[in-house]
Structures are given as C-alpha cells and as structure tokens.
C-alpha cells in the first residue's frame, strides 16, 4: 500500500515532475532531506513512474538491518530496493553491499533507491562512509525541501491528515479554523511533514469541537512565549535561546505521548537513551 503524495506548492510540484526522467532510467538515486520530509514517498513515486512498478517495492530500515542487509534470493526481479537511511549502515555492512553490486549479485532489472538524512559526502571524508559505494548510489541525486520552504503545502497536508484521523479515530472534525491554520504555517516544523501528522493526531485525539482551534495546538501556542521569554532575558545568547525552545519542545512531546519515552524517541526521531538524556540536560521533570 502506497502513500499519497501531496503537492500543491510549485517547489514540489517542480520536485515531483522532476522524477519522471528519473524514473525512466535504471540508474540508482539518493534521495536527500531533513528527517520527516518524505524521502520514502518520494523514492515510492519514482517506483511507479518507472517500469518496475508492477512488481514488488521492497524497503530496508538500515537503523535497524541485519549484517547482511538484504537476503538477495528473496529479492524477484524487477524489484525495486529501498534503502532507508543508508548512512546508518556499518562499514561492515557497506562492504556486502558494494560486494553484491560489483559483483552483480542482484537482478538485472533491480533498481537501488537510497535515501540519507545526513551528509554522506562529509561521512565519507571522515572514513565513515565507502567512497565507491556513494559514488555508486549518488548517480541520480535528488534533494527533497524541508516544510518550511513550502509552507503551501500545509494547509492541503493538515487536512489530509485530518480526514485519515477522523475515519481512524471515528471523528467527525470538519475542518480547521483560519487562526489555527495561520499558527500551523508560520510553525518551524523542525520535524517537517511527520511532525505535523503527529500533531494533527494529537489535536483531533483530544479535540471535542467541530473544528481544530489554536487550543489544540499548545505546541505550537506556547512558541510566541518563549520567543519572548528569551527577548527579555538577561542572557539571549543563541544558545540559552535553543535551550529554551528544546525544554518546551520536548516536553510537549513528552506531554502527548504520557511520557513515554519509546513514543517519544520516535517523534524526536532519536534514540530511547537521548530522550532522558535530554530530559536531564534541560531539568526536565515529570509532573
């Protein structure tokens, strides 16, 4: 089951007409971006642009993949392969896989999607990253924006995600009030599209109204106050000013999630471990 891919704004509209050269050849991709922006839709779209579309569209969590990453007798052909996040890989992990391409160990037909959330031409400069394996799957680069440079995007996604909670949820929220809708676009959105679903689910969860207010948003509401908060403190180095936010960020999160920090570390697209590593950083305390 795909998922649907939502553009309205040009710069993705441009990104998404874009993959269709792409999709026509069989050269592998590296689909950049910010953590959240949407790099599985994106190497999903280039799948069914392209001529392998009938046939299976494999994903591998590289965070979390076995030494040997991928069982090649279970790859058919025709398949595409998705590699998630492949800067998570071992070097151990690096060299199979460079060894199953050079030695032409996969289908003919199979075509490789990488996506990376981190610089890999840096991890490769540093001895973390094998210089033929990214030359290899850096044929076709492609760089998806974060949310904030296409905040046009906003409205038509938080509504999307809207209509799925409602059927998920058995709600009947109708819509999003404009004020809402002006917070969630002037809104960072550091975690970009998979923070605003994330927030969509938490509002309609404990929204009792017809629509979505700025209420259902405190995340978001209580931004303006630490901005002035940090304004008029005697300390507004940059740094005290990101701690500030941090605190508040965090234990929003934790707030939506019951502090439970598994749930958590998923939304913060960080490790279990760093969550209360923050926490003791930032004095955060549990009510």
């Known amino acids: 089951m795909f998922h649907v891919f939502i553009a309205n704004s040009a710069?993705?509209?441009n990104l998404l007409h874009g993959l269709d050269d792409i999709a026509s050849s069989c050269f592998p991709v590296l689909i950049s971006g910010e953590h959240g922006v949407g790099k599985e839709l994106v190497a999903e779209q280039i799948?069914?642009?392209g001529s392998n579309r009938d046939f299976p569209f494999i994903t591998?969590?590289?965070?979390?993949?076995?030494?040997?990453i991928v069982d090649e007798k279970t790859l058919k052909e025709g398949t595409t392969l998705f590699l998630d996040e492949v800067s998570f890989l071992s070097r151990s992990q690096q060299e199979h896989l460079l060894k199953l391409i050079q030695e032409k160990l996969f289908p003919r037909t199979l075509r490789i999607i990488a996506s990376t959330s981190k610089d890999l031409e840096s991890a490769v400069e540093e001895k973390l990253f094998d210089k033929t394996l990214f030359s290899y799957l850096n044929i076709l680069p492609v760089t998806v924006p974060a949310l904030r440079h296409h905040s046009d995007d906003i409205e038509a996604l938080a509504l999307y995600f809207l209509r799925a909670c409602n059927r998920d949820m058995n709600k009947r929220i109708s819509g999003i009030s404009?004020?809402?809708?002006?917070?969630?676009?002037?809104?960072f959105w550091p975690g970009n599209v998979r923070e605003l679903r994330n927030m969509i689910e938490h509002a309609v969860m404990f929204c009792s109204e017809r629509v979505l207010n700025v209420e259902?948003?405190?995340?978001?509401?209580?931004?303006?106050?630490?901005?002035?908060e940090s304004l008029s403190s005697s300390d507004r180095s940059l740094k005290s000013a990101l701690?500030?936010?941090?605190?508040?960020?965090v234990t929003g999160?934790?707030?939506?999630?019951?502090?439970?920090?598994a749930a958590a570390a998923r939304?913060?697209?960080?490790?279990?471990?760093?969550?209360?590593?923050?926490?003791?950083?930032?004095?955060?305390?549990?009510?």
């Open 11 to 13: 710069l993705m509209l």
């Open 47 to 49: 799948h069914l642009k």
């Open 60 to 68: 591998i969590k590289c965070a979390c993949a076995d030494d040997n």
């Open 178 to 187: 404009p004020v809402a809708l002006k917070l969630l676009k002037g809104h």
């Open 216 to 228: 259902d948003f405190p995340l978001i509401k209580n931004e303006s106050s630490v901005v002035e």
């Open 243 to 249: 701690d500030r936010f941090k605190k508040m960020y």
């Open 253 to 261: 999160i934790l707030n939506e999630t019951r502090w439970n920090k």
């Open 267 to 287: 939304i913060l697209d960080v490790q279990r471990t760093y969550v209360f590593r923050l926490m003791r950083e930032l004095d955060i305390l549990q009510d």
